[in-house]
């Protein structure tokens, strides 16, 4: 792809705005005084709302007459999802004859004027990003970061900084990750996944080779700093396992050691990575989790019972698979994830980006889970489930935890007025 002079661009139209990881693309766009507008499929107030406070223009996806016509724009910018959506506004775009860049694209292409710390991996992207800025940050190098969920230290997803380091979260998904030349490259850990795009688990390793041939660092196994993380705040061993990843990134900036310990016993989380959100007059605590792989489900679950052993609290859990590729793919994966959990609740599979493999169903993982000795039941409909988890009558001795990179969390939403 040609290089973009980002000196010429005056407006980016973003297609899917309200994306958590696009919406933080359109920040940084705006910080540099770039005018951007852009389109949603629905509305979404935790990524829509601080544009709105910033007097940007946000369309839907069903004002037809307003966009028979796209607002013109020196660049636009997609997210996945709109190209699987088969949109008519993506293919306006192109008809513009304006450059059309996917979210990593044109990311890659701001990431240009900065030292790049990529984090990448199967699991534990979110919240190793989270870290390893909140460190450079403790640390007075003030970076700027892109990140796929509101970090609470600076309450969004996006944060400008004034220095050379841009900390960024960077996805293996259609081998976005090879979009960045990073300084610093961290990989937390490769597993089979994503198996829409890539051939297998060879061919995953294969992209994460390249990803880390980009970078400029002798490579560093991070588990020799496993010993050095200090206490935290969030549970669970995949949690230090994140922080010792962290840590290696902050010996490399040369970081003082007391300073990145002190950060990382201070980190309080992101917002849906196992974000305890509510609890309920009648004492039941509501969890909820972006889990959407096997081996995150089971991570989860054994942080949960680190807080609460099964002695002292019953888990419910309502998951929404994500994917019907990945469902399937997994499938006797996600049937033995569930055993910390005292009674599973399925929503229907969040196809997103798919269309309907009906060879694969919540109702057909909802038996396998049976079959492994544990307790699962099927909802067809969110209406289905909010009534089923209304008539449970959580009390004190409940924990409920909504699971998955879909909407399960607004059953908890409309149940418990989260």
């Known amino acids: 792809m040609q290089n973009l002079d980002l000196k010429k661009i005056k407006k980016i139209f973003f297609i899917g705005i309200g994306g958590i990881g ?19 499929d629905e509305e979404s107030p935790k990524t829509l709302d601080p544009f709105r406070d910033m007097g940007v223009n946000i369309f839907f996806d069903n004002d037809k007459e307003k966009l028979q016509k796209l607002p013109e724009a020196d660049v636009y910018v997609y997210s996945d999802a709109w190209i699987y959506r088969r949109s008519e506004i993506l293919q306006n775009a192109k008809k513009t004859g304006k450059p059309v860049l996917s979210y990593f694209e044109c990311l890659g292409q701001f990431a240009r004027d900065y030292k790049v710390i990529a984090i990448s991996g199967t699991h534990g992207k979110t919240t190793t990003t989270a870290m390893v800025a909140e460190m450079l940050i403790d640390a007075g190098l003030d970076p700027t ?106 010996d490399i900036l040369a970081i003082k050691p007391e300073v990145a310990q002190k950060s990382l016993a201070e980190f309080s989380g992101t917002w849906r990575r196992l974000e305890k959100r509510w609890k309920t007059k009648d004492g039941t605590i509501i969890y909820d989790d972006y889990a959407h792989h096997p081996t995150e489900i089971k991570a989860s679950l054994q942080a949960l019972r680190e807080l609460y052993p ?22 006797d994966d996600f049937a033995k994830s569930f055993k910390e959990a005292d009674k599973t609740l399925l929503l229907p599979i969040y196809f997103a980006r798919e269309d309907k493999d009906a060879s694969v169903s919540s109702e057909k993982l909802a038996e396998a889970i049976n079959k492994e000795g544990d307790h699962a039941q099927a909802f067809s409909s969110f209406e289905l489930a909010e009534k089923y988890v209304e008539a449970l009558n959580l009390g004190s001795q409940d924990i409920f935890v909504t699971m998955g990179a879909g909407e399960a969390y607004k059953v908890a939403d409309k149940v418990f007025g989260c």
């Open 22 to 40: 696009i919406s933080a693309l359109a920040k940084m766009a705006f910080a540099k005084g770039i005018e951007i507008a852009g389109v949603n």
């Open 145 to 250: 970061v892109i990140v796929g969920s509101f970090v609470k230290k600076f309450n969004s997803n996006f944060r400008k900084g004034r220095s050379e380091y841009l900390v960024v979260e960077a996805d293996e998904y259609n081998r976005h990750f090879l979009n960045f030349r990073p300084s610093v490259a961290v990989v937390t850990n490769i597993e089979a996944d994503h198996l829409d795009c890539y051939k297998d688990l060879a061919d995953i390793q294969d992209a994460f080779n390249q990803f880390i041939s980009q970078s400029e660092n002798k490579i560093i196994d991070y588990k020799k700093y496993l010993e050095k993380v200090p206490k935290l705040l969030i549970p669970g061993e995949h949690n230090r396992m994140n922080g010792a990843a962290a840590l290696a990134v902050a």
């Open 310 to 331: 099964k002695s002292k609290k019953r888990i419910t859990v309502l998951f929404q698979p994500h994917l019907y590729s990945r469902t399937k793919a997994l499938f």
